[in-house]
């Protein structure tokens, strides 16, 4: 398959939509990350996504949905997915709910489970995809399976070419990691990904304790234990780099690259995924990583990293 790269504008989301409703696998850009989106309501064409990441089929994906209505009409909110709904969305956060029994989306898309995770995404190339094809639409990650997320067209090139037919260019995701990922049928709230929504704002938006989910269940993307890795060893908590490493940088440890010189988690959230873009693509064998701070950003930075550098 040729796969084509354009920019985004109002053709090329007019000729993805072209492509979602016949079946293919579209890579378009959110805000957290590239997704790799197909119509969610198409167990054919969501089978394609599975082929194209050679993702497991236990894994369960994110559904993408314009509003709140469109959520309310696959999933069952309780007060606290209600509260979440109005305080994030748009943005970065997804919800586990129970899927309501006359849910139009297929049923491999929840990989077995009753409940399905589902966001209303900000970025507009999204959002104008969702719009013109009319379909919720199931979006992992744009690479294969257990790679390093994408968060640049080129990443989603190196990865999948050959495999998806087009990917739609908006230039660098925003955030640069995934969406929080929170369970809120019960007290305490699960959050079982963290991400750009951490765990202070979502007490704050329920008025409920959250937990961090550490259960080793799979009941949403991102959480096992080797993911987000490239294709090199991963030491982390590097204070310094070892011969043949690629030092990643954080703060007063400067390294081959940094994900930010001030100690600024935001820039290094943002900067996360190209910099192990960047470490995988040079001639060092090993990457290495400097210390993170857990607190804040930093919870969900390191749960990539640990993931990064899991056995595998």
């Known amino acids: 398959m040729q796969t084509v790269v354009k920019p985004f504008d109002e053709a090329t989301i007019a000729e993805a939509a072209r492509r979602i409703l016949a079946g293919e696998c579209v890579a378009v850009p959110t805000e957290t990350v590239y ?17 194209a990441k050679g993702r497991p089929s236990f894994n369960p994906l994110i559904v993408h949905v314009p509003t709140i209505d469109a959520a309310r009409a696959i999933a069952t909110f309780n007060p606290a997915a209600e509260k979440l ?8 956060l997804t919800l586990v709910l129970p899927q309501r029994p006359d849910s139009p989306v297929a049923a491999i898309v929840a990989a077995g489970l009753d409940t399905i995770a589902i966001r209303i995404p900000a970025h507009p190339a ?4 969702l719009r013109a094809t009319n ?6 990650s744009a690479n294969a399976s257990g790679r390093i997320s994408p968060t640049r067209a080129d990443h989603v090139l190196a990865s999948l070419k050959g495999k998806i037919g087009l990917i739609v260019d908006a230039g660098p995701t925003g955030h640069g990691l995934e969406s929080s990922i929170v369970a ?26 959250v937990s961090l989910d550490a259960s080793d269940a799979i009941e ?21 780099g070892k011969p043949g490493e690629w030092l990643i940088g954080f703060g007063n440890v400067a390294g081959d690259a940094t994900l930010s010189a ?14 192990l873009h960047e470490a995988e693509a040079s001639d060092a064998a090993r ?19 640990r993931r990064a550098a899991a056995d595998r």
């Open 35 to 51: 997704g790799l989106a197909a119509d969610a309501t198409n167990g054919e064409a969501v089978a394609g996504i599975y082929a």
């Open 85 to 92: 709904a109005a305080t994030f969305w748009p943005g970065p």
């Open 126 to 129: 999204m959002q104008g995809l």
């Open 135 to 140: 379909r919720p639409l199931a979006a992992p």
């Open 184 to 209: 809120p049928a019960a007290a305490p709230v699960r959050l079982l990904r963290p991400g750009p929504i951490d765990r202070d704002m979502i007490e704050a938006a329920t008025g409920l304790p």
């Open 220 to 240: 949403a993307p991102g959480q096992m234990a080797s993911h987000y890795a490239p294709t090199k060893p991963v030491r982390l908590e590097a204070a310094h």
């Open 262 to 275: 001030s100690g600024d988690l935001i820039e290094a959230a943002a900067r996360l995924f190209d910099a």
């Open 287 to 305: 990457i290495s990583v400097a210390p993170i701070p857990e607190t804040g950003l930093g919870i969900a930075i390191n749960d990539r990293l």
